[in-house]
């Protein structure tokens, strides 16, 4: 399968509306209730979703909108000389399950450390989402340990693992 990355256009978060809409939509370890999308679409329209501390990319397997990858600027100390990006994914049901996640992760964290200065690049994912920790791990990240009842969803309390990639040089 053919999976690259793009920015996103304006039919794309059309498709992340309705494709991530209801529980069922961004799976169990995505869903955080219903919440307004306008904020997205205006960021697209200033920014195209790229160039700032919340940024996002399609990804397209074969030709098809299959989901989409998203970093965010975080920081261990002071921002000016801490920063690092912390990257997500959301792929639509039909495209999970078919390594489209491994590779759009390995190529966001190639873009990350070609077209931006960070050192360090992490992910966090719940501690039951096996699918999430296997792809990432494929994708070249080390886990580094697990955060305690980090996350509220689902009326729960989750423990997150935390994963991170450093710049080789």
């Known amino acids: ?11 794309d978060l059309e498709g992340f509306d309705t494709g991530f809409a209801g529980p069922g939509g961004p799976g169990p370890y995505q869903w955080f209730g219903h919440t307004p999308t ?8 200033e920014r195209g979703l790229l ?11 074969d030709d098809t909108l299959a989901g989409r990858v998203e970093w965010f600027r975080r920081a261990w100390g002071r921002v000016e000389t ?31 450390f070609t077209h931006t200065r ?21 994708a070249g990240f080390e886990l580094e340990g697990r955060i ?12 997150q693992l935390l994963y991170s990639t450093v710049r080789t040089p």
């Not at 495209?95 to 966001?108: D, F, K, W």
């Open 51 to 61: 160039g700032g501390d919340e940024n996002m990319m399609s990804v397209i397997a």
């Open 118 to 138: 960070a050192e360090r690049i992490q992910v966090c994912t719940d501690a039951d989402n096996i699918a999430e920790q296997r792809a990432v791990q494929k």
């Open 82 to 112: 801490s920063a690092c990006w912390e990257i997500a994914i959301g792929l639509f049901a039909a495209h999970r399950g078919q390594g489209i996640g491994t590779e759009a992760q390995r190529q966001l964290v190639d873009y990350l």
């Open 148 to 159: 305690r009842r980090a996350q509220w969803r689902g009326g729960a309390w989750h423990d």
């Open 38 to 45: 306008q904020r997205l679409h205006r960021l697209h329209q």
């Open 1 to 11: 399968m053919n999976v690259t990355l793009r920015p996103v256009t304006a039919g």
